[in-house]
């Protein structure tokens, strides 16, 4: 069986990146669960990077479908303030 033409068909789908993307939404409920039940790092830790490579994927996934440049652009600007939050939180201490 040859996997290389069913990878290059996944990834060519777009599939990938949703998969990604539900894999970061799990990440988000895990972290949320955890730090609400106490255990777990306070979002600010972890919040913006989780949004910003959120909105990454979903700005590929986009560009994948065709989507209008204008959204892509909106998309890809609130993966750039996420960072910049990130940053700031980090600032801060």
């Known amino acids: 069986m ?22 970061v939404l799990c990440e988000l409920a895990f972290l949320s669960l955890r730090y609400f039940r106490g255990r777990g790092a306070p979002p600010r830790y972890w ?6 490579g959120a909105f990454l994927v979903i700005a590929l996934r986009l560009a994948q479908s065709n989507a209008p440049a204008e959204l892509l652009g909106v998309v890809l600007a609130a993966a750039g303030v996420a960072h910049l ?7 801060r201490g």
């Open 47 to 52: 919040l913006s990077p989780l949004l910003a």
């Open 2 to 23: 040859d996997i290389l033409p069913f990878l290059t068909g996944f990834l060519a789908s777009g599939h990938a990146a949703e998969l990604i993307l539900v894999l």
């Open 85 to 91: 939050g990130g940053y700031a939180s980090r600032w």
